[in-house]
C-alpha cells in the first residue's frame, strides 16, 4: 500500500454485519468485501482488492486486465495473444490449378490441333501443300 501512495489515513471504512466497504478519500475509490464470514479476513481482502485497483488506475486499465497480465507473467507467458496470431489458424489458402486427366488433355490437345488455322481442309498443312 505504501508503494502506491495509499496510506491508512486516506482510507474511510464503514462496516454492515461481517461486510466492509473502503474508500480512499483521494481517488474516490470505493471497495465492498463480504467475502469471509469473519470481518478481520473482509478487511484483509478489501485492502487487497483496494491495493489492484489503485495499481490498475496508475496503468489505466482495469483491475481484471491487471490481474490477467499477472497471470500469464507468472505462468510464462509474454502478452495476450494478438489477433493475427490468435487467427493464424484460419489463413487463406490459394486455390489449386484445376487438374485435367490425361486422357481429357490429350483430346484437348487433338482438338485445338484440329482447329489450328494455319491448316487447310484437308487435314494438311496449308505451307506444305502450296509447295507440292
Known sequence: MDALGCHERDLEESFRGTSITILHRPTGIRVRCNRERSQALNRFFARRLLVEELEAQVQNKTRHEVKAEQLREK??????????????????????????????????KQWHAGNDPGRDTAGGDAASSTQK
Open 75 to 108: 505462468k510464462g507467458r509474454n502478452k495476450k495473444p494478438r489477433v493475427d496470431q490468435s487467427l493464424s489458424q484460419f489463413h487463406l489458402r490459394p486455390e489449386k490449378e484445376p487438374t485435367v486427366s490425361p486422357a481429357i488433355e490429350t483430346l484437348l
